[in-house]
């Protein structure tokens, strides 16, 4: 199937800090990607929808000024959470669309811990 | 009510049986179903895609989509220990859409 590349898979950064997380389809255009947050054995929670070369559109609930999102070409999503708080610590996963299919695959996912 | 609901389990089986994993949705305009499947501290990985209703067989795993009755399901035969993780079910309506999950369901295959 198709590949997702989440990087980095893990990072540590200290509270108060930005930590910048990309994701990127490697062998096909997405025309769409999702960021998804995930708790410890929760299912996946939503973050925002992002299209190639417009602004994302965030879910309700989800500050937009604290976990921005640039989607700057077909192949690469960046999610990059600002001023990062010991609560930001969560599991974050992104997934992508084919642009000549409606299937979706995700990323290996990035390990965020704040400290 | 959620648009997909899915049985958290956990459920536990023994290695080589059938394992029935199952979904309902609500909305009747979903056309696209999946089954990923999520080990501990891992994204997603694709399993199944079905495009409206019928059945799809690939290897050990058998999905099914039955739109009268909006009821999802993934067949898993001669489960193996290698199968324990989490199966998520997601539908969504078509291009431009977001993917809605289930909660996922838990699955332990016991060697």
């Known amino acids: 199937g198709a590949v997702v590349s989440q990087h980095p898979s893990r990072v540590i950064c200290k509270s108060g800090t930005s930590v910048k997380i990309e994701c990127r389809s490697l062998?096909?255009?997405?025309?769409?990607m999702f960021w998804y947050r995930q708790f410890p054995k929760k299912s996946l929670m939503l973050m925002a929808t992002s299209n190639e070369g417009s602004k994302a559109t965030y879910e309700q609930g989800v500050e937009k000024d604290k976990f921005l999102i640039n989607h700057a070409s077909l192949t690469l999503s960046t999610l990059t959470v600002t001023s990062a708080h010991p609560e930001d610590s969560s599991f974050y996963i992104c997934s992508a669309r084919l642009r000549t299919a409606n299937t979706i695959y995700f990323g290996e996912g990035s390990w965020l811990t704040v400290v | 009510q959620k648009e997909v609901e899915q049985d958290p389990g956990p459920l536990s089986v023994p290695e080589g049986a059938i394992v029935s994993l199952n979904c309902t949705y609500s909305n009747s305009a979903f056309q696209y179903f999946m089954w990923y499947r999520q080990y501990s501290r891992k994204g997603p990985e694709l399993l199944m895609y079905t495009y409206s209703s019928g059945n799809k067989e690939d290897g050990r795993f058998t999905a099914q989509v039955d739109k009268s009755s909006k009821y999802i399901s993934l067949f898993i035969r001669d489960s193996q220990p290698s199968d324990s993780a989490t199966y998520l079910c997601a539908s969504y309506v078509g291009a431009g859409n977001m993917l809605t999950f289930g909660g996922g369901t838990r699955l332990m295959v016991k060697p």
């Open positions: 062998d096909f255009q997405a025309t769409t």
